[in-house]
C-alpha cells in the first residue's frame, strides 16, 4: 500500500490522475479554524497507516482534510515479530500488532523538515518499543527527542500514550507519570496544539486522572481513541480472534464514542476532541461529531471499503448538516451530548 502512494505522489499527472478519481470539490460547511489551522474538511488519515511519513503528497489527493502520521518514536523499530495483522471480515475490525514498528524521529523528520505541505499534518509520538524505555525516566527521555526533532515540523503534536502493543503497556495513562512527561516536553514551548491519544479501555477514574494533569499543561485536546484491547465485546463477531494486539473498527465504534461524550461533558467541550474508532459512513462520522468531535480520523474504515470512502463521507456529512439546518460543523458539535 505505501509503495502505490509513494508511486502515485511522485509525479503531477499521478497526482491529478488519484484526485480525479477520489477527490471531491470543497464543501464550505465543513470548513473550520481550529487552535489558528484551517480544516478544509474534518476527515483526517489516523496515525498508523503512514508511519514514516512517505505519502504525505497523494494522502490530500484522497480527498482527506488532514493527516496524522507515526506513530514515530526516539529510536528506529522494527516492531514485533510477524504475523502482526489480522482482518476480522465479519466484525469489520483488524486486529493490530505491529507495535511502532518507525524509522525513528531522527530520519523521519528529516524526511520531513523541507517539505510544504497541502493539509494540516499531525506528528504522532510514542515511546520505542524497548525494554529500556519501559523504564519511566528512559521512556520520558525516548518522547522528549522525538518531540523536539518535531518542534518546527507539522501543525500539531499527538503524544500516543495508548499503544496496545509496546513493551511495557501503557505507563503514561497514570497520573503522576503523565504529570512527569508533560513537564519534561514543557521546558521546549511550543505554539502547536498538542493532542493525548487515550485507550478506549480507561476506567471513569483514569480518565478523571488524565483530565486533571492535562488541565495543568499545554494540552489542547484528546483523540478517543487508540485501538481496543478488550476481546469480550459485541461486536466482534469472528470466531478466531488472535490473542496478541489491539482491535480497530467496529469493535472499538462505541467504546470510542462513549469516551467522546465522557470527555465533552465533563469538559463542557472545553478540549477539541477528535474522535476516532470504527468511521466506515457519514453517519458514523457525523455521530461522533454530535457527540463532541471536531475532527474524524480514520483508517479501517477504508482499508475496507477503499479510498473513495473520503469522498463519500465528506459529501454526505454535508447533507446531513444542511438537512439539520446546520450553517457550518461547528454548529453540530456536542449537540447530543449537551
Ligand atoms: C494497521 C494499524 C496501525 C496502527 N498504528 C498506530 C500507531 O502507530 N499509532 C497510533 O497512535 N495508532 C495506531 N493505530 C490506531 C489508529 O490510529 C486508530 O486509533 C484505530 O485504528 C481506530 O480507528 P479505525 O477504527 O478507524 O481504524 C493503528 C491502527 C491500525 C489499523
Not at 484551517?38 to 476527515?43: M, Q, S, V, Y
Request: hydrophobic share 35%; glycine share 10%.
Amino acid at each position: 500500500m505505501t509503495i502505490v502512494g509513494k508511486i502515485l505522489g511522485s509525479n503531477i499527472l499521478s497526482r491529478a490522475i488519484t484526485s480525479f478519481f477520489f477527490n471531491s470539490p470543497e464543501q464550505k460547511i465543513l470548513n473550520q479554524k481550529i487552535h489558528g489551522i484551517h480544516f478544509k474538511n474534518p476527515i483526517g488519515l489516523s496515525a498508523g497507516f503512514d508511519k514514516n511519513a512517505e505519502l504525505t503528497v497523494i494522502i490530500p489527493e484522497v480527498g482527506f482534510g488532514f493527516e496524522e502520521v507515526g506513530s514515530i518514536t526516539g529510536e528506529p523499530c522494527e516492531g514485533n515479530a510477524k504475523p502482526r495483522l489480522w482482518r476480522l471480515k465479519k466484525s469489520q475490525a483488524l486486529v493490530v500488532y505491529y507495535g511502532l514498528k518507525n524509522d525513528g524521529a531522527e530520519k523521519i523528520s528529516t524526511r520531513l523538515a523541507q517539505k510544504r505541505f497541502k493539509i494540516p499534518i499531525g506528528i504522532n509520538i510514542a515511546k520505542t518499543n524497548c525494554q529500556a524505555c519501559a523504564d519511566t525516566d528512559t521512556g520520558i527521555a525516548d518522547y522528549v527527542k522525538s518531540y523536539r526533532k518535531f518542534l518546527h515540523i507539522g501543525d500539531y503534536f499527538t503524544i500516543n500514550i495508548s499503544c496496545p502493543n509496546a513493551f511495557g503497556g501503557e505507563p503514561f495513562h497514570d497520573g503522576e507519570k503523565l504529570n512527569k512527561l508533560l513537564a519534561a516536553m514543557k521546558k521546549y514551548p511550543t505554539k502547536k496544539p498538542v493532542f493525548i491519544k487515550i485507550s478506549p479501555d480507561l476506567s471513569e477514574t483514569q480518565v478523571d486522572e488524565i483530565l486533571k494533569i492535562s488541565k495543568k499543561h499545554h494540552v489542547s485536546g484528546f483523540i478517543c481513541t487508540n485501538l481496543t484491547k478488550k476481546r469480550e465485546n459485541l461486536k466482534i463477531l469472528d470466531k478466531q480472534v488472535p490473542e496478541n494486539g489491539g482491535i480497530s473498527g467496529k469493535a472499538v465504534e462505541n467504546s470510542a464514542n462513549k469516551m467522546i461524550a465522557t470527555i465533552y461533558k465533563k469538559t463542557k467541550g472545553k478540549y477539541t476532541i477528535i474522535g476516532c474508532g470504527g468511521v466506515f459512513s457519514a453517519e458514523d462520522a457525523y455521530k461522533k461529531i454530535r457527540l463532541g468531535a471536531s475532527l474524524i480520523e480514520l483508517i479501517t474504515g477504508m482499508i475496507f471499503q477503499g479510498p473513495q470512502l473520503i469522498s463519500e463521507i465528506n459529501l454526505g456529512l454535508a447533507e446531513l448538516l444542511k438537512k439539520d439546518g446546520y450553517k457550518n460543523i461547528n454548529e453540530a458539535i456536542g449537540v447530543d451530548t449537551g
